[in-house]
C-alpha cells in the first residue's frame, strides 16, 4: 500500500461522504488533516472520529464557493500544520435531476458553484505556496458523467466533466514545478447522493435508479479501495503521473511502474479519421 506520512493534507468536503472517508484514511496513515467542510455539525463529528481513532485533524469551516474563505483556510492551515503538501478536492453536491428542458436555471447555480468554482477556488489558494516550494499533490474527485453521457444529471456530469479538463490543463501549467495533479473517479459508494437519487425516483432514470439501489444494499466501492489510490496519487510514487483521469476501478497499481501514454487516462477524444 502506498505510504504517505506526517504530510499537511487539506481536504474540503470533509463533512460526510467520499470526502470523510478520504480525510479519516489520511489521518489512519499518519498525516495531518484539515477538514473543511460548511457544517459544524458534520466537522464535529468528522474530527472525533479521527481523535478517536489516534489521529490528527483541525476543523476549519469554510464554504469553497468563497475564495476569500478558502484562501483564509489555506492560511490557517500553514498556521497549524505547516504548508498544505496534498489538497484533496471533494466537496460536490449532486444538483437538479431529471431531463434537463425540465430544469430552472436557478437550479444550476449551486452545482457549478461548488463542484467547479470550489474547485477552481481550492487549487487558486494553494498553487502559488507549491510553486514557490516547489513541491504538491493536488487530487480532484471526478464523477459520473465526467467521461460519458448522464441523462438526467446534466449540469452535474457538466462540472465533473470541466474539472477534469480544468486538471489537464493546470497540470501542463505547473509541470515544471514538480506539482502533480489528478483526476480521482471514486466510483458508486453509498452517501447522501445516493439518497437524493433514490428519493427523485423515475426523473433520475431506471439505470441510475437501479444502481442507486444495488450501492444502498451493498455500500459499493469499498472505502479502502478509495483511500489506497488517493494515498498513492499522494505519494512520491505518483510523481510521473499528473493531468490524468484515474477511476478507482482501473488497473491504477500498474502505474507505480509502467509509463503512461499520453491518451490513456483522458477524457474521451473522437479521432481524425
Known amino acids: 500500500m502506498p505510504t504517505l506520512t506526517n504530510a499537511g493534507v487539506l481536504v474540503t468536503g470533509a463533512g460526510r461522504g467520499i470526502g470523510k472517508r478520504l480525510a479519516i484514511g489520511f489521518a489512519a496513515a499518519g498525516n495531518r488533516v484539515g477538514l473543511l467542510a460548511r457544517s459544524k455539525a458534520e466537522l464535529d463529528l468528522a474530527h472525533l472520529e479521527i481523535e478517536h481513532a ?25 498556521v497549524h500544520y505547516g504548508e498544505v503538501q496534498v489538497l484533496v478536492c471533494a466537496a460536490a453536491v449532486q444538483g437538479p435531476i431529471g431531463p434537463f428542458a425540465e430544469q430552472s436555471p436557478k437550479a444550476w447555480v449551486e452545482t457549478i458553484h461548488t463542484n467547479l468554482l470550489g474547485v477552481i477556488h481550492a487549487c487558486r489558494a494553494v498553487l502559488p505556496h507549491m ?54 473517479g471514486p466510483g458508486g459508494t453509498y452517501s447522501h447522493i445516493t439518497d437524493q437519487i433514490l428519493h427523485a425516483g423515475e426523473k433520475a432514470g431506471e439505470k441510475e435508479h437501479e444502481e442507486a439501489l444495488e450501492i444502498r444494499r451493498t455500500g459499493g466501492v469499498a472505502p ?6 488517493a494515498l498513492f496519487l499522494a505519494s512520491e510514487q505518483s510523481n510521473h503521473i499528473s493531468g490524468k483521469l484515474i477511476q478507482v476501478t482501473d488497473d491504477w497499481k500498474k502505474l507505480r511502474s509502467e509509463n503512461i501514454h499520453h491518451e490513456i487516462y483522458t477524457l474521451r477524444r473522437i479521432q481524425k479519421v
Do not use: W
Open 224 to 229: 479502502e479501495k478509495q483511500i489506497q489510490l
Open 54 to 78: 489516534g489521529g490528527n485533524a483541525l476543523r476549519i469551516r469554510a464554504d469553497v464557493t468563497d475564495f476569500e474563505q478558502i484562501d483564509a483556510a489555506v492560511d490557517r492551515m500553514r
Open 131 to 184: 510553486i514557490e516550494r516547489r513541491s504538491g499533490k493536488i487530487i480532484v474527485l471526478s464523477g459520473p458523467g465526467a467521461a460519458a453521457a448522464r441523462p438526467n444529471f446534466s449540469v452535474y456530469a457538466a462540472t465533473k466533466t470541466a474539472v477534469v479538463r480544468l486538471v489537464e490543463t493546470i497540470a501542463e501549467e505547473v509541470r515544471d514545478h514538480n506539482i502533480q495533479i489528478n483526476c480521482m
